[in-house]
């Protein structure tokens, strides 16, 4: 058939991580590491991506969804035998692409690469390289001295010193000729410890005189994560790859190092990110913004030519010029349409508030429907809370909330209606109308 297939290798369990949680399923810049791997083969050739994960594996499931189909390695006993139980029930004819699910950084180019030189160049086994200054710890490549592949010996194997000096190293990603990568594995034998590598398939190509291929790439693209530092380490990596890509395409950042932008995250041109500026998986920002500095954004959708300054942002849409901050919080299922103005410390949630709106300070806005041109005075509360049941505050177009309004909702301020200052407004107010004291008492003609 032809067909490109992708195996990667997930069933490990990563004791050095000290974690509950498996090791790939652990985030980088907002993914999860198996996913960042699973991202990069989506946009090559490959046709079909099986996981091969442990035998508790409902997480992985969980996380990775139904795009990919899964093998389960019942019995860990090494990356040979890891692949060996995805073998296919029939087996046709095509490529075999080899990855761990511990490599986040792999890009699409280099697994395009990768399958172009195995093709080109008729390999039975093609694999990734990289040079290392210090290669302790890693696999080192064997050539003869016609500079072909002959084998890789894991470190733990080094016995010569000129071995150990080898500074390319196996990066542990792999394209095979099928069906002779199942039949070969089913050749190979254990180590002492009971274990079958998929490293020794090298050696054994060479034994059979098939030709091996290489593709060499920088060794940050294949550093791989065992602990948590490492795991800071890539994360590191990723971030200043998504700050250059992010700059490159017209935004600044004035401290690129304070900056946390996750994957995932799209900025418009022009916009200015300040420092110590979080933004967080799935939220887009647009052209022209200004933002920070201090400035958390989660999830969350921000116009055009929006102000944040020192404000949280979670899970909420703001729409073009609007400003909000200092030391404000939007909280989740917030609709913030053009130019509203939410000033100092003002906390907003699951409310929907129209145009040009503006609450300059000290105020909570909570399940309530704001109209267009309303001016919240300072201290104003909506009382969504009885104690049992939150409840919604509706406010209409053109009113006016008068400093340190207790609004006890349910309740309903009409339009062009305006409260007294220092006023608990426990019924509904007409429009046109103006509710004044505590409680208040509604007049029909506004003051």
């Known amino acids: 058939m032809n067909e490109i297939e992708c195996y990667i290798l997930a069933a490990g369990i990563g004791t050095r991580m000290n974690s509950s949680l498996p090791k790939v399923l652990h985030k980088i810049c907002g993914t999860e590491m198996v996913k960042m791997v699973l991202n990069a083969t989506h946009q090559t050739a490959i046709s079909n991506v099986t996981v091969v994960v442990p035998r508790k594996s409902q997480q992985y499931k969980e996380t990775i969804g139904t795009s990919v189909k899964y093998k389960t390695q019942t019995d ?47 390999n039975i086994l093609t694999l990734v390289t990289s040079r290392l200054q210090n290669p302790k710890g890693y696999g080192r490549i064997i050539r003869n001295d016609l500079g072909k592949i002959t084998g890789i010996t894991e470190q733990n194997e080094i016995q010569k010193k000129s071995v150990e000096s080898i500074n390319e190293i196996n990066a542990g990603i792999y394209c095979f000729d099928s069906p002779w990568i199942w039949n070969s594995l089913e050749a190979l034998t254990p180590s002492p410890r009971g274990e079958y590598f998929l490293t020794n398939i090298v050696q054994l190509a060479h034994i059979q005189n098939k030709k091996i291929g290489s593709v060499t790439v920088d060794s940050e693209e294949i550093k791989g994560v065992n602990n948590r530092i490492e795991l800071s380490e890539v994360e590191q990596l990723m971030r200043r790859r998504i700050r250059n890509t992010i700059m490159l395409s017209g935004v600044t950042l004035t401290d690129p190092d304070s900056t946390f932008i996750d994957q995932g995250v799209t900025i418009g041109a022009d916009t200015t990110i300040l420092p110590n500026t979080h933004i967080t998986q799935n939220s887009n920002i647009g052209s022209n913004c200004h933002i920070g500095p201090n400035a958390m954004i989660r999830e969350s959708n921000i116009g055009n030519n929006c102000k944040i300054h020192s404000a949280v942002i979670e899970q909420s849409t703001i729409h073009d010029n609007v400003s909000v901050g200092p030391f404000s919080h939007i909280r989740p299922g917030c609709l913030i349409e053009k130019e509203v103005h939410i ?105």
């Not at 490529?95 to 180019?109: A, F, Q, W």
């Not at 145009?355 to 104003?380: M, P, Q, W």
């Not at 004291?437 to 003051?447: D, N, Q, T, Y």
Request: hydrophobic share 35%.
């Open 76 to 122: 860990r006993k090494g990356t040979g035998h890891a692949l060996l139980t995805a073998k296919p029930d029939i087996l046709d004819s095509g490529i075999v692409v080899v990855l761990n699910g511990d490599i986040p950084l792999i890009r699409k180019e280099t697994i395009d690469a990768l399958i172009d030189q195995h093709k080109k160049y008729q």
């Open 343 to 447: 000033g100092n410390y003002t906390e907003v949630k699951n409310c929907h508030i129209g145009e040009r709106t503006k609450s300059g300070h000290f105020c909570y806005l909570g399940d309530s429907e704001i109209g267009s041109d309303v001016n919240i005075g300072a201290g104003v509360v909506t009382c969504n809370y009885d104690g049992i049941s939150k409840h919604n505050t509706k406010i209409g177009s053109g009113a006016f909330i008068g400093s340190d309004t207790m609004l006890i909702a349910p309740i309903e301020i009409g339009k062009r209606s305006a409260t007294g200052a220092g006023s608990i407004i426990t019924k509904n107010v007409p429009d046109d109308s103006s509710a004044i004291g505590a409680p208040a008492r509604v007049r029909k003609k506004r003051l």
